[in-house]
């Protein structure tokens, strides 16, 4: 079973899935999980003392990443929220609860298989874009200045970083100030040479073909890159 974070994979719910989450557990197992679940436990020193927990450990490229354990049900704080799945006990950190509220695990054949979580909640913007001012985010993208950078960056930036597996997108802009902020993935996410790349690359193009602008800004979580081309 899938036992970290790398390991365990989200899914996009189904529309079946949609209008569930006020009326279901936390988090619900498939019997095909419950069962995988259960046998791992089973493997573990004193199983009869243990629990599933379950917990969104961050946002990443818009979308929440998990950590998946077994630790012992005794653990638990008044405040997280604590169920029974047939034999099963089921964990849920308070800070992940309302991540989580309706979300099912089930198994997947895909590939090798594992552990698939279906949820239907979405990070917010503020939590998928930290470092923006959220007043930036909910003005959008859309206006004429916005567009500019981004056709910049589609037509000049991103095919020269794509050799790297790089792609930038602008996340926010700042009008009064000239501030675009980006965000950076692929390879270009937890680069040891991102800075370089942003200011004698990206930066220089984005000031050369948008005057407006003043300055560029950074937003990537490189910390949780997987694949940076250089480390």
């Not at 992940?96 to 298989?113: F, I, K, N, Q, Y």
């Not at 917010?124 to 959220?134: H, I, L, Q």
């Not at 930066?203 to 910390?223: C, K, N, Q, S, W």
Request: aromatic share 4%.
């Amino acid at each position: 079973m899938a036992t970290t974070a790398q390991e365990l994979t989200a899914q996009e719910p189904t529309a079946e899935d949609a209008g569930t989450a006020g009326a279901t557990p936390i988090v619900t197992l498939t019997p095909e999980a419950h069962r995988v679940v259960r046998e791992a436990m089973e493997q573990e020193p004193e199983p009869a003392s243990l629990a599933l927990w379950l917990e969104v450990r961050g946002v990443q490229a818009g979308a929440f990443i998990y950590d998946l354990f077994f630790q012992a049900a005794s653990d638990a704080a008044d405040e997280d929220a604590v169920r029974n799945d047939g034999d099963v006990r089921v964990v849920v950190p308070a800070s992940s609860v309302d991540r989580l509220r309706g979300a099912r695990l089930e198994w997947s054949d895909e590939g090798d298989g594992g552990l698939v979580l279906v949820n239907p909640n979405l990070p917010t913007p503020e939590e998928s874009s930290p470092g923006v001012p959220p007043e930036l985010l909910a003005a959008g993208i859309t206006g004429p200045l916005a567009l500019r950078i981004v056709s910049v960056l589609e037509q000049a930036v991103n095919p020269s970083i794509a050799s790297h597996g790089g792609r930038a997108d602008l996340l926010a802009i700042d009008e009064t100030e000239g501030i675009a902020y980006l965000r950076l993935s692929g390879g270009c996410q937890g680069c040891a040479m991102s800075q370089m790349t942003l200011k004698q690359g990206i930066e220089t193009t984005l000031l050369e073909e948008v005057p407006e602008l003043t300055r560029v800004i950074d937003v990537t979580d490189h910390g949780s890159g997987e694949n940076p081309f250089y480390s």
